[in-house]
């Protein structure tokens, strides 16, 4: 559900974004991913070639992780207000993980442009493991 405009405008600091959890990873997701992406790493569909590297297993795309986070800011948000949207990447994501991705307002910000809204993102694991952080900057239209 997007948040309409009136009720960006009345987002205090501490307010949070409806999360978005995933379904658990799957390799069906990482050879979609890979597909959809051209990012075709053999670290994240080939078993074999991420066995011969000394992971146990194949791991997805840091980029799908970012992806996930972009769905849950445009699933509550106009994507217009979007201004920028940046990621670090904390941790591998392995097959079976289920993100669950939350924004969260730290900072109201009075620009030359108009009010916006800093956003402070993170993906974690079921167990709690930070795998992503971020920030995303939102005009308030």
Do not use: W
Request: aromatic content about 4%; some cysteine; hydrophobic content about 50%.
């Amino acid at each position: 559900m997007k948040l309409a405009t009136s009720m960006l405008r009345s987002l205090a600091v501490g307010a949070e974004l409806p999360p978005l959890s995933t379904a658990p990873i799957s390799r069906l997701t990482l050879a979609l991913y890979a597909g959809a992406s051209g990012d075709h790493n053999p670290m994240h569909v080939d078993i074999d070639f991420a066995r011969r590297a000394g992971a146990p297993d194949v791991f997805a795309h840091g980029m799908l992780g970012m992806a996930y986070l972009g769905r849950m800011l445009t699933a509550a948000l106009p994507p217009s207000t979007l201004q920028s949207f940046g990621v670090r990447f904390a941790a591998v994501t392995h097959v079976g993980d289920v993100l669950t991705c939350r924004a969260k307002v730290i900072e109201r910000i009075e620009a030359k442009s108009g009010p916006m809204l800093r956003l402070e993102l993170t993906a974690k694991d079921q167990h709690g493991e930070v795998k992503l952080t971020g920030d995303a900057l939102i005009a308030i239209v």
